[in-house]
């Protein structure tokens, strides 16, 4: 049973637009969330987290979205970057204990010139 | 060195043998954790380590997985009687700092292993 899910496998986006990243959770234990940005044959780079005590954490052209009634989070990209062209993994935790993390299956964004 | 490395980087084996991953995690972290990626999925937790100890070995698949990890530092994967499922990539990661994932956890580049 899948506890995080993206639910779309690709997204591509024009050069300068908003690209936007869903992902919805069932554990509603988890209260710590984590977007990891991946390339191939590179190990996952972390990008933003945000703890379920917030609705929104901003880093530079990345914001991150939680709504906790929903069991949903989103990432924003403004504006996007062929850089930012890899794969993007949700993950999800609780806090205490191992704090293993709990990953979606990943999701390929592509940023066009 | 400054990052999460591990070894092999490729491991190709045949089915039935036994194979050993190697992590080398960012000097000084006592926390350690070990995940897999098979294709087409997302990561799945294996193991985590507190030191020298493992207090959650929960997502180890069966008994032919095992790991253990010496001084605070590198830590070894085996797979006995390696199988075709076992084919992923492997990879390790320590969060930056004493504190667990609320401090973020720093990936290595993983061992791709095929299983023929």
């Known amino acids: 049973d899948q506890q995080v899910k993206q639910n779309s496998p690709s997204l591509s986006v024009q050069e300068g637009r908003i690209s936007i990243l869903n992902c919805d959770y069932t554990?509603?234990?988890?209260?710590?969330f984590l977007w990891y940005k991946k390339y191939p044959a590179e190990g996952p780079t972390f990008l933003i987290s945000?703890?379920?005590?917030?609705d929104k954490n901003e880093d530079g052209r990345f914001t991150v979205f939680l709504n906790k009634s929903a069991k949903h989070l989103s990432l924003h990209i403004v504006p996007s970057q062929p850089g930012d062209s890899a794969v993007y993994f949700c993950?999800?935790?609780?806090?205490?204990?191992?704090?293993?993390?709990?990953f979606g299956k990943g999701m390929k964004l592509t940023v066009n010139p | 060195g400054a990052g999460v490395s591990q070894s092999p980087s490729n491991k190709v084996t045949e089915k039935g043998k036994d194979v050993e991953l190697r992590c080398d995690p960012i000097?000084?972290?006592?926390?350690l954790y070990w995940y897999r990626q098979r294709l087409g999925q997302g990561l799945e937790f294996l193991i985590y380590?507190?030191?020298?100890?493992?207090?959650?070995k929960s997502g180890l698949p069966s008994d032919r997985f095992s790991a253990e990890r010496t001084g605070e530092s590198v830590s070894t994967l085996t797979i006995q009687r390696t199988q075709q499922e076992d084919s992923a990539v492997y990879l390790c990661?320590?969060?930056?700092?004493?504190?667990?994932?609320?401090?973020?956890?720093?990936f290595g580049p993983g061992t791709r292993l095929t299983v023929l």
């Open positions: 380590f507190q030191g020298n100890s493992a207090p959650d």
């Open positions: 000097s000084g972290h006592t926390a």
């Open positions: 993950a999800a935790t609780t806090q205490g204990g191992s704090e293993k993390l709990v």
């Open positions: 554990n509603s234990m988890f209260d710590y």
């Open positions: 945000i703890s379920s005590i917030k």
């Open positions: 990661a320590s969060p930056k700092g004493l504190a667990l994932s609320t401090d973020t956890q720093y």
